[in-house]
């Protein structure tokens, strides 16, 4: 099973997402329960966590927002889809990622507070 977090679920989200953040916080935890539930019957359970990625949902914020957002990421920008989406890929590989359950894989170029 692969599940898409959020960098919400460990920061808490912005002002008037506390909801969104507490939901993806349940996600992240109830992974961590299934994995020890489920994985005697051959199922893994991981995340893919983005950060702040280049989508239709920052279309309302103006080039100002959008420039403090990115200069708050060690990497200086926005991902994009074209980036997170070979992280399900990955999860999804026996091959690749066969002995790896329980994790969260964050994809957010660095911009996971200390």
């Not at 109830?30 to 005697?40: A, D, G, L």
């Amino acid at each position: 099973m692969i599940s898409t977090g959020s960098i919400a679920g460990r920061e808490g989200g912005g002002i008037g997402a506390g909801m969104y953040a507490a939901s993806k916080a349940w996600l992240h935890d109830i992974h961590r329960n299934w994995v020890k539930e489920f994985t005697k019957d051959g199922i893994r359970f991981n995340i893919v966590s983005p950060g702040t990625i280049d989508t239709a949902f920052h279309d309302d914020k103006s080039d100002d927002q959008k420039g403090n957002i990115a200069n708050s990421i060690p990497m200086g920008r926005f991902g994009t889809i074209e980036e997170v989406a070979p992280t399900f890929a990955f999860f999804a590989s026996h091959a690749c990622s066969g002995y790896i359950t329980g994790q969260i894989l964050d994809v957010n170029g660095g911009q996971i507070a200390p």
